[in-house]
């Protein structure tokens, strides 16, 4: 199996995700159709209520040697701080872009792997419709 293959009984669960992915800003205002008190949606608002979580960083290195070489950090911020503030709010703007493309992603992968086992069993077909073909050989 591949890097974008997943296994068969994964396909039910990320079908049932893209379908929550491109109806998650649809659901989210249905339920604010009931007086909230309060309500929110969007990345690091509050572990609390996290329908995913990651870690993400940022990285660049460079060495010069082989092997073990010892290797430097290219790009460094004075205020990192502010510029993962400043991610985190353009993640926020590009949400629905960001969900859509994900969605997108996962669709293609579950086509690809069922497009795949789809081949692999018309091949076996083929072969047991040709084995069935085949006379008997008698001992």
Request: hydrophobic fraction near 40%.
């Amino acid at each position: 199996m591949n890097s974008t293959q997943m296994p068969t009984k994964d396909f039910d669960a990320l079908r049932r995700t893209v379908r929550q992915l491109r109806e998650m800003n649809q659901r989210y205002l249905e339920a604010l159709r009931t007086p909230a008190y309060k309500h929110g949606m969007g990345f690091n608002k509050d572990p609390r209520f996290s329908a995913f979580s990651l870690e993400v960083s940022f990285d660049s290195w460079g060495g010069y040697g082989y092997e073990d070489s010892v290797c430097a950090t290219l790009i460094q911020f004075a205020a990192p701080d502010e510029v993962t503030s400043a991610f985190v709010r353009y993640l926020d703007r590009h949400r629905d872009e960001i969900f859509a493309e994900i969605a997108d992603d996962l669709a293609t992968i579950v086509r690809a792997d069922l497009g795949a086992q789809l081949a692999e069993a018309k091949a076996r077909i083929a072969e047991l419709e040709a084995l069935s073909n085949e006379p008997m050989t008698k001992k």
